[in-house]
């Protein structure tokens, strides 16, 4: 049996950027602290929320360490750690552990994609190069790649993949990978709209793009449901919908910047290729936002 990285509800945690684009580590910093004080229970850093994508080694590696140095153990720290590029993801992975991460996130190799034989040994050396637990993200719709259940099972043998971050949208397929693999990869959701639904195939919680807005309500929804009470959990989950329409109203992350702006974080702007959300969007966004009490004019 593998101990999960964490339960509950970790933040995909937004990178927050100064007009020209660099990266604001004050507010990174303030925003970190409000996570930990709304009872978030991990921060992963540097994820698709967080632009990694744009971000050269530099950047990353430093956005690991603040963060790290920062939370200071009181609250895993997940570090995105992946690459299209195996050799890459191995380097990405053993600065990434140096910096102090508790655990990497590791996505599927995009564009250039591999076979299923192929991601077995792009995960085990990225693996293997952290030397940390590992958190595969699976992905399909940015990656035009997805982990068979069956190769989840092999990859779930390795000591050190721990668990699988999973945003095929596929409830049947979440189901056949908790089959095949129990207690040897931990399930979390990559779907703020799926998360009471994973949790009852024995997930151990969600990697949230809401948790930015509001953590507390993530938390709490992921809290009843292991303190046995699934209508409150079942609640909350419904609660949730409207906001995670709206943050995903256009390609993450820019509708939780934009809403990150609008509650008063100095989050900044995307870096191109991704750009303001329209206006209809950004109505969607703020009424979103209005009706959980978190704009009140």
């Not at 660099?22 to 991990?42: C, K, P, W, Y």
């Not at 250039?112 to 719709?141: C, D, R, W």
């Not at 092999?154 to 993949?161: Q, T």
């Amino acid at each position: 049996m593998k101990n999960p990285v964490f339960t509950g509800a970790g933040v995909a945690i937004i990178t927050p950027m100064y007009e020209d684009g660099s990266i604001n580590f004050d507010e990174l910093g303030r925003i970190i602290e409000d996570q930990i004080a709304h009872h978030t229970d991990a921060i992963i850093i540097c994820g698709t929320t967080g632009e990694c994508s744009t971000m050269t080694d530099e950047e990353q590696l430093a956005a690991i360490k603040y963060t790290v140095d920062v939370v200071n153990h009181r609250v895993p720290v997940i570090a995105g750690a992946g690459s299209n590029d195996t050799d890459h993801g191995c380097a990405l992975a053993a600065k990434s552990a140096e910096c102090g991460a508790d655990a990497l996130l590791m996505v599927t190799p995009y564009y250039n994609k591999t076979t299923q034989a192929g991601l077995v040994a792009h995960f085990t050396a990225m693996a293997e190069a952290g030397g940390i637990p590992v958190i595969m993200y699976n992905v399909p719709s940015r990656t035009g790649l997805n982990i068979a259940p069956e190769t989840a099972l092999e990859l779930s043998k390795h000591p050190l993949i721990n668990g699988i971050k999973e945003a095929s949208g596929n409830i049947s397929q979440v189901a056949k990978i908790a089959q095949l693999c129990g207690d040897e990869l931990n399930i979390y959701s990559g779907n703020d709209d799926q998360v009471v639904p994973l949790l009852a195939l024995g997930g151990k919680g969600v990697i949230s793009v809401v948790s930015n807005v509001k953590p507390e309500l993530v938390h709490n929804c992921c809290k009843a449901f292991f303190d046995g009470d699934t209508a409150k959990a079942r609640k909350l989950q419904l609660e949730m919908l409207p906001l995670a329409d709206a943050l995903f109203c256009e390609v993450n992350p820019i509708p939780v910047k934009y809403a990150m702006n609008v509650l008063g974080w100095e989050a900044g702007e995307c870096r191109l290729p991704l750009v303001e959300p329209s206006e209809a969007h950004k109505e969607q966004i703020e009424k979103a936002l209005r009706a959980e009490g978190l704009i009140t004019e």
